[in-house]
Structures are given as structure tokens and as C-alpha cells.
């Protein structure tokens, strides 16, 4: 009659998916059912992502003999890291492994068991006691009429031939035996059961009297229906007393199916019973042994999902020393910007929790893979959340942008006034003598060096990306080639000691200026087939800086690129070489010396550049692009210009015919050392 523990695995799995147990010990008995609840539990486990921490299967000899012993643990040092256990009862006997936990007053554990467990009832010490706040699982059963006022009054008295109830007033209503009869005598007058604790007898029915209940009355309608049928058949009808045997009532048990006082469908046949409910029980313990069973929740397998547990949680009492819903986990949840890292040899549920890289997230707890955010977004510093980069550039509003925006104008500025103090004193001998056109030519080459700064600065766009680099690539070019043109200038002017007509010729006909179109054609050729074939384009860059989009310029084609700074490297190089060699010549104005030092910084800007900019991103690159574009067009201004503009402004007595005698005269009297 009793019900099959079909659905107490899931049963009990349910309890602890909603209590996010995860890490659950399993004591059982040895034998039939407590392995099929084994296999039963453990699938549901396995399923629902709950770890078996540790699974004991004793038998009831071994138990028996360990508890005489009083030596023998069966919850271990290795089971102490688990506070929530499931024990499954299956006989009477293993009561005494109720009696080995107490005995080591584990008070700090959470038991689920199923119905077939029953409390040490002997001890006082409630306190202590490591069954308070189990959860029993019972199977559900309506309260049968009138169940308890039978039991109430159940005298030996009323059934002086049930022995039980003779033995069970001797011990506890203080009776004595008469010497006659050996009756019961001197008992407490109109004594009850209903007066005992419910630790000495609980006169409420538990499904075990439910059971026996609804087995009697099984086997009446068994037998009803077996004499009823045997009625039917003629040979009865002789009325002769007829003799049946135990197997022919089994037919009859199989098929019986009625409905008991309590409005129960009773049902023999293993096929034809109906899903199984269950009752949540909760144990408590009162002063003086006194134990309470109250009902918390139930389970109904038939239910709808997510509706198949009902539960007060605010009636639950936990085990002693307990106040909050106890954890039960080999590992603390990851929270959301960590993910889950298996430890190696151990089970699932024990893992170490691992930040997130950069741009990954996680935005849930105990995930085991962290999410990449897209290319427009990035990870906030929790890795809880991907959010929208900000789109930016070097503008004219940043620090940065205004910075060389400034410069770039003052330098511009300042080289416009040079030009300026040039044209209004070009008939003087400084201006002559420095190659007036080469000394225009070259200043209006450093404006546009200048001015050209300013297009990598603001928002970038086709136009601007594509005069980026051309605009540089040919201001350069034309400065350059200028410093190069003077430099051969003074280098013709001073080393030929004799020149023929053919070489006067040239120098006055000014034929070294010809250098500037020519190595301009050349930068222009090589810029044409730049924007020919891969010319620069509008970029974003998403991993420069955290959080940020920068638009910037592509180059296009970095070959051509190079080929662009390259060339221009290759002309500085010859015009510093060219200038170096000339350092020593007597000119009046050192005009060899400031053309080789001017070089030198221009080269030097050009070569640190270079690894620095491979070694920027985003922003920082333009900015050390912008930057190298004024320092080393300063440099040309400085060195060339300035000793220059010295003289004029400060210095007007050398700048004429009978200061340039004296100087010549001063340099002749100098003595040569080489």
C-alpha cells in the first residue's frame, strides 16, 4: 500500500535549486531502495548542475557495530566542508545512524530525509540537538476521521487482549501487576495516551498508520470482492463451507481501487497510481523532549512547472546556532565581472572566479565564458557592461590640439615677419649676400610647412587626409632643396679659386636654383602615384585608447609613404652632407655653419621621429606627426634665419659695404691652422 519514492529525488532536488544548494553530501542505507534512491538522486543532481560532495552507503550491521563502539564517524573530515546532507532511511535499524550524529553533535548541518526517519526521543537536550530544523519529506495524506479520538481511547482495559497497550500503561502510568491474575492495577485513574508528550506517543496519524489503514481496508475490499465473485458460482450455491488460500487473494489486492474516509484514491496496482505529493515537514525542538513536526511546504509532481513546490520560508527553523538560510556550496558564486575557472581533479560546482580580460564581460553571476563587447563598445572597469565608445580626434579643442594649433600659428606669424624684415631690407648686404630668391623661396616653404600642420588637426576628412601628406611631402621638398641649392651656392662661390668664364657663367645665371623644380618634380611624381593607387582614407581606431573611437587618417599605402619620407631623408642627408663639408669656408656671415647646423636638427628631428610614431597610437601619433613638422621647420627657421635677422635689427653697422670690408679684413688676419 505504502507509495513508491518514484519522485522524492526530484523532490529533494527542488528543495535545493531553490535554496541555491550546490554542494550536497548523500548518506543512504545499503540495500534496494537506498541504491535505486542513490541512482535516483544523483541523476537529478547531475541534471539540475548540483555536485555530489560525498556519498556513504552503511549497512545496518556495520552501523550497529561502530555505534557500540562509539569510535566510528561516519560523516568524516572530508564531509566537514558540507552543510547540507540527504539521508535516506529504509528500515528501523538505522536509527542508529541518527544516534552516531548526535553523538557528535553536528548541530551546524541542514538533513533532508525522507519519511521512514524517526527521532532519538530520549534526550532532553534540545539545545544540542543535531536533528533540530530537519526537513522530512513525507508523503501527503488527508487526516482520517475520528483516527484520533480512536486512538485517544485506546485503554487495556477496552482491548485487554492487545499486549502492546498492556506493556505501554505498565511503563508509563505507573501500574503495578496483581499477584493473581497478573492484571494491571494502581494505574493513574481515566489515564489517556492523549496525556503523553508527543515524544512518548504522538497520537496523530503519520503515513505509516495511513499505510496500515489503507492496507486493512484493501484487504476487505479484496476479500469482499473474492467471496462475491465465489458467490456467483454455482458450486456455492450448495452452500458448502469452502476453504481459500493466501495466493488467491492476490488477484483481487491488484485489482482493488476505492476511495478511503478521507477522500483518497487507493489504488494497489504499481501502473495505476497516481503521482506522488509530498509534505514538507519541518522538526522542531522544544525544552524537556518535547519535538513538533510543523508543515512548511509541499510538492506536487503534477503541478505546472515552477509551480510544483510551495514553501514558507518564514516558518522554516534552521539547526541550532543558524539564523539565516544556510550555503551549501564548494565555491562562492562568481559575481558579475568574473567567470568560472574549473579547478583541476575537482568537481564541477568548485571553480576559481577570473576577471574578465579588457572588452569582455559578464553580466550575470556564475557564467563560464566571458562575452566580447562588439567593436564600438567597450567594457566599463566592473566587466559588467559594454558601452558606447565616444567617437573622437585631435581637435582644436583638446589641450593637445590647441597646443600646436598656437604653435603653428606663432611660428607662422614669426616666419611671416621675417619675410617681411627680409623684403623691406633686401637691398641690404646680409640679404644679397644670403641669396635673396633662394632666401624667399625658402622662407614661403616654411610658412606652408607651418600652415600645413594645421590639416592634421580638426576632424578628419577625404580632403584633408589627402593634403595631409601631399601638402607635407612637397613643402619639405621645396624646403629642403632650397638649403641645398644655397648650400652648393656657397660651396661654388668659395672653392673655385679661378673660375673661367664658363663657371662665372653659371653662378651668375643662378643654374644651382634649378635644383628646387627638379627634386620638387621628383615628390611630385611620387606623391601622384600615391593618390594613384592607395591614396589615404578616413580610419577609425577602436583600441588606441580605452573607451574612445579615434578618426584618424589612413596612409593608404605605407610603401608609398615611405617612399614620400624616404626621399625627403635622402635630401636632407645630401644637403647636411654637402653643408658639412663647406663648415669651414670664410664667408662673411658663417652663412656655411648655420646651413650644416640647420640639417643636423632637421635629420634629428626626422630620425627620432620615426621610432616614436611606430610606437604611438590614435591621437599621440597625429600629435607626434604635427609636432616633428614644426620642431624640424623651426629648426631651418632658427639656425638660417635668425643670426640673420640679429644682425639687421641689432647689428646695423656690419650689415653694410665698409662693415663687410672690416669683417673680410678680420677673417684674412686670422692665422690658418690648416
Known amino acids: 500500500v505504502a507509495q513508491k519514492d518514484t519522485f522524492l ?9 531553490h535554496f541555491h544548494w550546490t554542494w550536497v553530501g548523500v548518506l543512504t542505507t545499503e540495500g534496494h531502495k537506498g541504491l535505486q534512491f542513490l541512482s535516483d538522486v544523483r541523476t537529478e543532481m547531475d541534471r539540475n548542475r548540483v555536485c555530489v560532495a560525498f556519498v556513504k552507503i552503511v549497512s545496518s ?22 552543510n547540507v546532507v540527504v539521508i535516506y532511511y529504509d528500515t528501523d535499524s538505522l536509527n542508529d545512524v541518527s544516534y552516531n550524529i548526535v553523538q557528535n553533535l ?65 511503563k508509563n502510568f505507573h501500574c503495578s501487576f496483581s499477584e493473581s491474575d497478573c492484571a494491571l492495577e494502581n494505574c493513574i485513574p481515566n489515564a489517556s495516551l492523549a496525556w503523553l508528550p508527543p515524544n512518548h506517543f504522538d497520537t496523530a496519524m503519520n503515513d505509516r498508520s495511513y499505510n ?6 484493501a484487504v476487505a475490499h479484496a476479500l469482499h470482492a473474492m467471496l462475491f465473485a465465489e458467490e456467483q458460482r454455482p458450486s456455492m450455491r450448495n452452500r458448502q463451507m469452502k476453504m481459500f488460500s493466501p495466493w488467491q487473494l492476490n488477484p483481487f489486492l491488484k485489482n482493488t481501487q476505492f476511495s478511503n474516509s478521507a477522500g483518497d484514491q487507493v489504488n494497489l496496482n504499481d501502473r495505476r497510481k497516481l503521482d506522488s505529493e509530498y509534505d514538507i515537514l519541518n522538526f522542531w525542538n522544544f525544552p524537556e523532549g518535547l519535538r513538533l513536526k510543523v508543515k512548511v511546504g509541499t510538492f506536487s509532481s503534477h503541478a505546472p512547472h515552477g509551480q510544483k513546490m510551495t514553501l514558507s520560508e518564514d516558518m522554516i527553523e534552521w539547526s541550532t546556532g543558524v539564523t539565516e538560510i544556510p550555503l551549501s556550496v564548494c565555491s562562492q558564486s562568481c559575481s558579475p565581472g568574473f567567470r568560472k575557472s574549473p579547478q583541476e581533479g575537482k568537481a564541477a560546482c568548485c571553480f576559481d572566479c577570473t576577471p574578465c580580460a579588457n572588452s569582455e564581460i559578464t553580466n550575470e553571476t556564475d557564467m563560464e565564458q566571458c562575452v566580447k563587447c562588439l567593436g564600438h563598445q567597450y567594457a566599463n572597469t566592473q566587466r559588467n557592461q559594454c558601452l558606447h565608445k565616444i567617437v573622437t580626434f585631435l581637435a582644436y579643442e583638446d589641450p593637445l590640439g590647441k597646443a600646436l594649433a598656437g604653435t603653428a600659428l606663432s611660428l607662422t ?14 637691398d641690404t648686404a646680409i640679404v644679397k649676400a644670403n641669396n635673396r630668391t633662394l632666401s624667399y623661396i625658402l622662407l614661403i616653404s616654411l610658412l606652408s610647412c607651418f600652415l600645413c600642420s594645421l590639416l592634421f588637426i580638426g576632424q578628419p576628412n577625404t580632403a584633408t587626409c589627402i593634403l595631409q601628406q601631399t601638402t607635407f611631402g612637397l ?32 653662378l651668375v645665371s643662378g643654374k644651382p636654383n634649378f635644383i628646387i623644380p627638379i627634386c620638387s618634380l621628383i615628390q611630385l611624381t611620387l606623391c601622384g602615384f600615391w593618390m594613384g593607387t592607395n591614396p589615404p582614407y578616413i580610419d577609425t581606431d577602436a583600441h588606441a585608447e580605452h573607451g574612445h573611437i579615434i578618426i584618424v587618417c589612413n596612409k593608404g599605402s605605407l610603401t608609398a609613404f ?31 655653419k648655420f646651413l650644416t647646423f640647420s640639417m643636423l636638427v632637421f635629420c634629428s628631428v626626422w ?31 632658427g639656425c638660417i634665419f635668425v643670426p640673420k635677422c640679429y644682425i639687421i635689427l641689432l647689428r646695423p653697422e656690419r650689415n653694410s659695404l665698409t662693415g663687410i670690408k672690416n669683417n673680410i679684413l678680420s677673417v684674412r688676419k686670422k692665422p690658418s691652422y690648416h
Open 61 to 82: 550491521i556495520t552501523v550497529s557495530y561502530f555505534s557500540a563502539m562509539q569510535k566510528h564517524d561516519i560523516l568524516t573530515a572530508d564531509t566537514s566542508s558540507v
Open 413 to 426: 606669424a614669426l616666419t611671416a615677419a621675417v619675410l617681411g624684415l627680409f623684403v623691406k631690407h633686401q
Open 9 to 17: 529525488a526530484f523532490a529533494m532536488v527542488s528543495l535545493m535549486l
Open 607 to 637: 630620425v627620432t621621429f620615426l621610432p616614436v610614431y611606430h610606437s604611438s597610437k590614435g591621437k599621440v601619433m597625429v600629435a607626434m606627426e604635427v609636432f616633428s613638422i614644426l620642431a624640424s621647420a623651426a629648426g631651418l627657421l
Open 475 to 506: 613643402a619639405f621638398t621645396v624646403a629642403v632643396s632650397t638649403v641645398l641649392a644655397k648650400t652648393i651656392t656657397v660651396v661654388l662661390a668659395f672653392k673655385i679659386t679661378a673660375p673661367g668664364k664658363r663657371m662665372r657663367r653659371l
Open 106 to 170: 553536528m548541530t551546524w548541518k541542514v538533513w533532508m530525509t525522507n519519511s521512514q526517519w524517526q527521532p532519538v526521543l530520549d534526550g532532553r537536550n534540545f539545545i544540542l540537538d543535531s536533528f533540530h530544523g530537519v526537513l522530512v519529506f513525507s508523503h501527503h495524506f488527508q487526516e482520517i476521521s475520528g483516527f484520533k479520538n480512536y486512538v485517544q481511547e485506546a485503554t487495556p482495559f477496552k482491548y485487554p487482549e492487545d499486549t502492546y497497550l498492556f506493556l505501554y500503561w505498565y
Open 212 to 217: 496500515i489503514y489503507n492496507g486493512v481496508y
Open 562 to 592: 615611405y617612399c614620400v619620407l624616404g626621399y625627403l631623408g635622402s635630401l636632407a642627408l645630401l644637403s647636411f652632407t654637402v653643408a658639412f663639408l663647406a663648415r669651414n669656408l670664410p664667408d662673411t656671415f658663417n652663412e656655411a
